[in-house]
């Protein structure tokens, strides 16, 4: 089923919860909101599921304005965040809910229900806790309870409000495999509301990244980790590194740094982002003949897997983290940094760029020095 | 001594709640003081009349039909302070209106009232003359006042209060989202209310009636006044032990205090039992 939502406003009092929220869904896909808390996220969910209504703006599913329409016509699937079990009912009787509580024209057969139930209990594998009630459920559990409650009404729309949050680290790395290969085999549209970024990565085919009630960016991870729209993108995603700079005449200062590379941005104050996987730190003996302009020094280190470690190097004031192969440096060891790709945001917007070392166009600058930091 | 012992026994146990000895003790003597010796006195007094005696004065129909009036009435006025309580709890809980502190406050009145003053109020209001009397007497012919009615009106007066105390703390903690997932699965209001909100405020629902019935089923001071104790018709039980003690028939008075005690018993035992079988599904 499409999604859509084009332009939602949801103000509480003088604050907008949903400040021009517009996203497109494709029938099938599986799409994170992902945002820190109080981002709207939450907000927006409530009113893809019929639970808040927006002051403006549509909210189409199938190509059908349904902003207006109250949560029990939507047919839309919901696994709420605290699973929102009913207590004093068995696991059977939770699942059965949605079916017992139609129409009476459209209520199937007693027999029909009970082979229902039976088949979703299945398909979470949980057949024999039928006539458990929750509290006799552990936290895993429950929630695939949840999940075959709100599959009983046969939603073509499944929206998920942080429903891993409850489960231990280990659970929950199951349980979402498990729920996007359930996604995957159902046919499902599916929305998860997240403020866990791996998990958004991990379970969703794009990612929609929200920040004061927008959505700044709506892609694929790996396009939200390689060209961030804008800073809080970049800083939200992935592991970054702050740096201040400065764009003159076309020319990257990077302060403290004293980085500097072509980016094609107008003058002014630049915010850099730079990926720990794009710094190589090396001992100052394995960058050859060049001579580099100033060294860091190792803080600290950590091995990450054979052979590699992560690195933070102090820089002045300044901490940058990197990769370095091979023998560890030591701690307080000089040290040389080389950089691959930086991310450079303008001054109030005024667009973004992105270096990277082996980039053609950027030759002209001497290939030995614009490939590190360095202080002085 | 045993301390010196290195038996498994005689180690002093240690708590993690300290004062277990000195509460337990002090509770225990307070419950010996003020209930069980009076209720201990209340079970010999009447055997001082001998089991005849006794039974005579229980199978007595005055006594009879005072105990049918005071079980009857307290819980028929229970069992309408229930649903009632209910709503009064359902629009103190979930709706924000003007007012809502002073009703919230003034539901907890008939617990802080002297029950004579209540008592008299009501009397002085459906009396024939009354403001509520009067037209319920020319437009329907109803009497209250001075008939098993007042009786249920002022036991109602009093039971109300418990039934919505006890329903809205739990009807407070009830968290929203059931209700919302209820509503995604497709319920309607009516559908949700009756299959998720009421079933959990049940037990709840039931301590109210249980509470509300034990009030009830003593109440004196409000009742004498409207109730108009007329033998046979509408004399409570409680009316009957004064009278009984005012004739210095202290032994019968105590065979019907017994008689009320036992009865209220196996009610309230019944009433927690019942609760307990709902409660094994939630808890």
């Not at chain 1, 039976?118 to 039928?130: G, H």
């Not at chain 1, 995603?237 to 107008?266: K, M, N, W």
């Not at chain 2, 329903?167 to 009756?194: F, K, N, S, Y």
Request: charged share 20%; with cysteine.
């Amino acid at each position: 089923m499409t999604v859509e939502v084009q332009g939602l406003v949801r103000r509480f009092g003088a604050m907008a919860a949903l400040d021009g929220v517009s996203l497109a869904l494709e029938p099938g896909e599986f799409a994170a909101v992902l945002g820190p808390s109080g981002s709207g996220k939450t907000t927006l969910l409530r009113v893809l599921a019929g639970l808040d209504f927006p002051d403006e703006g549509r909210v189409l599913l199938a190509g059908q304005d349904v902003a207006a329409v109250p949560a029990r016509e939507r047919g839309v699937g919901v696994v709420f965040q605290h699973y929102a079990l009913f207590r004093h009912m068995t696991v059977f009787e939770n699942v059965a809910f949605g079916l017992r509580v139609r129409p009476r024209r459209h209520r199937p057969a007693e027999a029909e229900i009970q082979r229902r139930v039976t088949a979703l209990l299945e398909l979470v594998q949980l057949p024999e806790l039928a006539a458990r009630f929750p509290d006799q459920l552990s936290g895993g559990q429950r929630q695939r309870v949840a999940l075959a409650r709100a599959l009983a009404i046969e939603p073509r729309l499944l929206l998920l409000d942080e429903p891993f949050g409850a489960l231990d680290a280990l659970v929950r790395k199951e349980v979402r495999r498990w729920v996007r290969g359930l996604h995957d085999r159902l046919g499902l549209t599916s929305v998860l509301v997240t403020h866990d970024q791996e998990e958004a990565m991990e379970m969703a085919d794009r990612v929609a990244v929200m920040d004061r009630g927008r959505v700044v960016q709506f892609a694929t991870a790996s396009e939200l980790l390689a060209e961030p729209e804008t800073p809080f993108v970049a800083g939200f995603l992935g592991e970054a590194g702050r740096l201040v700079g400065e764009v003159r005449a076309g020319l990257l200062l990077v302060e403290d740094v004293g980085f500097t590379g072509s980016v094609p941005l107008p003058d002014g104050p630049a915010e850099v982002i730079v990926r720990p996987g794009d710094v190589r730190v090396l001992a100052p003996a394995d960058f050859g003949d060049l001579s580099p302009i100033a060294i860091g020094k190792v803080r600290s280190l950590r091995p990450v897997c054979d052979g590699a470690w992560r690195v933070v190097v102090a820089m002045g004031d300044r901490v940058i983290e990197g990769m370095a192969a091979g023998s560890p440096l030591p701690r307080g060891a000089d040290c040389v940094l080389e950089v691959t790709r930086l991310v450079v945001f303008g001054a109030n917007a005024s667009g973004r760029a992105i270096w990277t070392a082996n980039d053609p166009g950027h030759r002209s600058l001497g290939a030995g020095h614009q490939g590190f930091f360095a202080v002085d | 001594m045993s301390t010196t012992l290195a038996l498994p026994f005689a180690v002093p146990r240690r708590r993690a709640l300290p004062g277990f000895g000195l509460s337990l003790g002090v509770t225990l003597l307070w419950l010996g003081v003020i209930v069980v010796i009076p209720l201990g006195a209340l079970a010999l007094k009447p055997w001082e009349l001998g089991l005849h005696g006794v039974l005579a004065v229980l199978l007595d129909a005055r006594t009879l039909a005072a105990f049918r009036l005071s079980f009857g009435v307290a819980l028929a006025a229970a069992a309408i302070a229930v649903p009632l309580g209910l709503l009064f709890a359902w629009v103190i809980v979930r709706y924000r209106f003007p007012g809502r502190r002073i009703l919230d406050a003034a539901v907890d009145l008939p617990f802080a009232l002297p029950t004579a003053v209540a008592g008299l109020a009501l009397t002085a209001l459906f009396a024939t003359n009354g403001w509520l009397g009067q037209p319920l007497q020319e437009w329907f012919g109803w009497k209250i006042a001075f008939t098993p009615w007042g009786v249920g009106v002022a036991l109602l007066f009093v039971a109300l209060p418990f039934a919505v105390r006890t329903v809205e703390p739990v009807l407070r903690d009830l968290p929203a989202d059931m209700e919302e997932a209820a509503a995604t699965l497709g319920a309607t209001r009516l559908q949700t209310l009756r299959r998720v909100v009421l079933p959990a405020l049940a037990p709840a629902t039931l301590t109210g009636f249980a509470l509300g019935f034990a009030r009830a089923v003593g109440e004196y001071g409000s009742v004498i006044f409207i109730a108009g104790n007329m033998p046979m018709l509408s004399e409570i039980a409680p009316l009957l032990i004064v009278v009984k003690l005012e004739q210095f028939d202290y032994a019968a008075a105590a065979a019907i205090g017994l008689g009320m005690l036992a009865l209220s018993f196996v009610i309230l035992l019944s009433l927690n039992l019942l609760g307990r079988a709902l409660r094994r599904g939630t808890a």
